[in-house]
């Protein structure tokens, strides 16, 4: 009986240990997701996800056409295209800074992150 109790304490606190770990990592992280849009390098506009309410578009006008860009509420993407190749357009919605949208030919790329002195430098540039 006592080795029965002895392991359910520990489980008990190995998972307390584990919540509290999680809330530390996850909760203590918190930022607005923006989207940051640049052409040619130049920062042509920017779009805070976390406070869109409803669907929206806008098009970029690009040295190889136009972009048509969707927004909903966490999220964006290239909704069409007038480049050849189409990789903005298929690479689908994006809604974290794991990897941006980039189109090429329009020089246009779509950046989420934080805000701006998160993004500015990383753990490989300093």
Not at 24 to 39: D, E, F, H, I, P
Not at 74 to 87: F, K
């Amino acid at each position: 009986m006592k080795s029965t109790k002895f392991w359910i304490i520990l489980i008990a606190v190995l998972l307390c240990v584990c919540l509290a770990a999680s809330i530390l990592v996850l909760g203590g992280k918190t930022q607005s997701a923006t989207a940051r849009l640049y052409q040619g390098g130049a920062l042509v506009r920017t779009v805070d996800l976390s406070q869109v309410d409803k669907p929206f578009s806008f098009t970029v006008e690009g040295p190889a056409g136009s972009n048509t860009i969707q927004v909903e509420p966490g999220r964006i993407r290239v909704s069409q295209a007038d480049c050849p190749d189409q990789v903005c357009v298929h690479q689908g919605w994006i809604s974290n800074s794991v990897a941006p949208i980039v189109c090429l030919p329009n020089q246009l790329v779509i950046q989420i992150g934080g805000s701006p002195s998160e993004t500015e430098i990383d753990g490989v540039s300093e």
